[in-house]
């Protein structure tokens, strides 16, 4: 069972070995995290000059628990537009948000903006 619901910042952090990697370290194999955010993870390394398959396989070694991206998220995510513009969120932060509320898990980020919202869901900023 999950503990925490990683947003494709804190799984960079980790895969980059960038400040916070050991804050997701601890709760790693307790995560979960949005196919949005893998998908935006995934292609991220390959922006920095990661072969695709080579983070496939990196990110699939850590059996992270990938939760699909479904109708009952995408309303989720549409209703947070609102609450989340004035910081500039998006599509995949509120992706990241909808599946803490979803879970009742809390989030955890990169992002220091998220502290400055509320929408019930706890936030974790790693850095």
Not at 50 to 75: C, G, N, S, T, Y
């Amino acid at each position: 069972m999950a503990e925490a619901v990683l947003d494709a910042s804190a799984l960079l952090a980790f895969l980059r070995n960038e400040p916070g990697a050991e804050e997701v370290a601890a709760v790693l194999k307790l995560s979960c995290i949005s196919a949005v955010n893998l998908a935006e993870t995934i292609s991220k390394m390959v922006e920095y000059g990661k072969p695709l398959d080579d983070v496939a396989f990196q990110i699939e070694r850590l059996r992270i628990p990938v939760i699909p991206f479904d109708a009952e998220h995408a309303k989720l995510v549409a209703s947070l537009w609102k609450a989340t513009r004035v910081v500039g969120l998006s599509l995949g932060d509120r992706a990241c948000l909808a599946l803490g509320l979803k879970t009742g898990l809390p989030v955890l980020t990169t992002e220091r903006a998220w502290e400055n919202i509320k929408v019930g869901v706890s936030v974790g900023v790693i850095r």
